[in-house]
C-alpha cells in the first residue's frame, strides 16, 4: 500500500480520518473501480501481535463473515501487507446513536424502532452463536436513511470460547452496560450477558440516562448486581415491563430474545408477520442449514481478501501454520488428534476443550517437534482447526501435517 498516495492496493482511495483506538485508525475510503464508499479499518500488525490479541483479530473476522444482516455493519473483504491488516467496511455515515442522545431522550416511536433492529441483529448473532459483549450506543451507527447498524465486534464470542461448564468467563464490556454475571466472574450465557445489555440501551433510549450509575464504581457494580435502578416519571408505561424483565440480575429467570420480540410493547408497528429474531433463535440448535454452511467454508476460501492464511503469515513458503475447515464435531476432532499422536509417538495435552499441545518425544535436528492446535467453532458442527508450529523443524511440521494430520482429520480443504 501507498499510504503517501492515499492509495489501497490500486483499489481504494483514502479519505480523511474517522476515527482511532489503540491498534487501529478507521478513514473514509472509495473503491476505484464502483466508487461506493467505505470505512478502511487499519491495524498495526506489530502492535496486535506485541499485545497478543491476534487470535481476538481472527476471531473478529471470522464472526462478520457468519452475521451478515440489514442491521449489522458488513465486511466487505479484508486485505493485509507485511506491517497491517485492512478491514474494509461499509460506510455508514449517519454516526453513532450515542451522538443522538447527546440532546436528551428519544421519543418512543423512534427509540422502539431502533430497539426493534437492535434486537433483530442481536437475535441473528445469537443463532449464528455469536455473542457482541459490547453492546452500548457508541457501538450502534446510524446509515444516512436512519437504520441502525452494530458495529465494533473486537470483543466478541463465538460459541468455541465456552469453558466445559458451557459459560463463557472472559470478563469484559463497558462498566455501565456490563451484566451482573460477568462482574461476579462466575461464569456467563452470552447471550443472557447481551440481552441485558440490550436493556440497558432501551433504558437510556427511553430515559435520557443510564440506570445505573455512581462515580464510585463498586457502588455502580453494587447496584447492578442487585438490579438496583429507578424510571423516569416520563418513561413509558407499557415498556417498563419489557426493561424489568431484560434488566433481571438472575441470568436464568431473565427474558429470552424469542420472548422480547413477543412483547406487545415490542411489536407495536410490525404488523401481524412474525420477526426475523424468532427464526434466528430457534435456529441454533436445528441442523446446519445449507446457506450457513457455504457461508463457513467462504471464511477461509482463497478468494482475494479473505485467504487468512495470507493474512496473518509473510510468506506462504515460511508457513508455521496451517488451517483446516472440518465438519465434525469437536469431540471427535479431539479424539483423533489423541490417535494421531499416539500413532506418531508424541504426547497429547488438551486445555479447556478448545486448546491442545502435541509434542514430540524424541528431538528432531531443530529440537522437539511441538504443535499448537486451536479448534474454534464456525457453526454447529463446524469447526476450524489451527494448527501452529511452535518449536522443531518446520519441514518436519508441515510432512507431519501432510502426511499424517491432515488426511487423518478428512479436512477437504
Not at 474517522?18 to 500488525?45: C, E, Q, W
Request: charged fraction near 25%; charge should be neutral.
Amino acid at each position: 500500500m501507498d499510504i503517501k498516495s492515499g492509495i489501497l492496493m490500486h483499489r481504494y482511495e483514502i479519505g480523511k480520518l474517522l476515527g482511532h483506538g489503540n491498534f487501529a485508525k478507521v478513514y473514509h475510503g472509495r473503491n476505484l473501480v464502483t466508487g461506493m464508499s467505505v470505512a478502511i479499518k487499519i491495524i498495526d500488525k506489530n502492535k496486535v501481535l506485541k499485545a497478543e490479541m491476534m487470535t481476538h483479530i481472527k476471531r473478529e473476522i471470522l464472526v462478520m463473515r457468519l452475521v451478515k444482516h440489514p442491521n449489522i455493519v458488513h465486511l466487505h473483504e479484508v486485505l493485509a501487507s507485511k506491517t497491517k491488516i485492512y478491514f474494509i467496511l461499509e460506510y455508514v455515515k449517519g454516526g453513532e446513536l450515542f451522538d443522538r442522545l447527546t440532546k436528551g431522550k428519544l421519543k418512543e416511536d423512534s427509540a422502539r424502532t431502533y430497539f426493534q433492529q437492535l434486537i433483530s441483529a442481536v437475535g441473528f448473532c445469537h443463532s449464528r452463536r455469536v455473542y457482541h459483549r459490547d453492546l452500548k450506543p457508541e457501538n450502534l451507527l446510524l446509515d444516512d436513511e436512519g437504520n441502525l447498524k452494530v458495529s465494533d465486534f473486537g470483543l466478541s464470542a463465538l460459541a468455541e470460547t465456552k469453558r466445559q461448564d458451557g459459560l463463557l468467563h472472559t470478563c469484559c464490556g463497558s462498566p455501565a452496560y456490563v451484566a451482573p454475571e460477568i462482574i461476579d466472574q462466575r461464569g456467563y450465557d452470552g447471550a443472557k450477558a447481551d440481552i441485558w445489555s440490550c436493556g440497558v440501551v432501551l433504558f437510556v433510549l427511553l430515559a435520557g440516562f443510564l440506570p445505573f450509575h455512581d462515580s464510585n464504581l463498586i457502588e455502580m457494580y453494587r447496584k447492578i448486581a442487585g438490579g438496583r435502578f429507578r424510571y423516569p416519571k416520563s418513561f413509558p408505561v407499557e415498556a417498563k415491563s419489557l426493561v424489568s424483565k431484560m434488566l433481571d440480575p438472575n441470568p436464568m429467570t431473565r427474558i429470552s430474545i424469542v420472548d422480547i420480540v413477543e412483547n406487545p410493547w415490542f411489536r407495536t408497528g410490525l404488523g401481524c408477520e412474525r420477526s426475523e429474531p424468532v427464526m434466528g433463535e430457534r435456529m441454533v440448535s436445528g441442523d446446519l442449514e445449507e446457506t450457513g454452511y457455504c457461508n463457513a467454508f467462504d471464511i477461509i476460501s482463497l478468494s482475494r481478501g479473505l485467504n487468512l492464511s495470507g493474512l496473518f503469515n509473510d510468506s506462504g513458503e515460511d508457513e508455521k501454520e496451517v488451517r483446516l475447515l472440518l465438519k465434525q464435531p469437536a469431540c471427535a476432532i479431539f479424539t483423533k488428534l489423541e490417535e494421531i499422536g499416539k500413532i506418531l509417538k508424541m504426547k497429547v495435552v488438551k486445555n479447556n476443550g478448545v486448546l491442545v499441545k502435541m509434542e514430540g518425544l524424541t528431538s528432531g535436528k531443530n529440537g522437539d517437534l511441538v504443535i499448537d492446535f486451536e479448534v474454534l467453532e464456525i457453526l454447529h458442527d463446524v469447526h476450524l482447526v489451527e494448527a501452529g508450529l511452535v518449536g522443531g523443524d518446520r519441514l518436519e511440521f508441515r510432512e507431519v501435517m501432510s502426511e499424517h494430520i491432515r488426511p487423518a482429520l478428512k479436512s477437504g480443504v
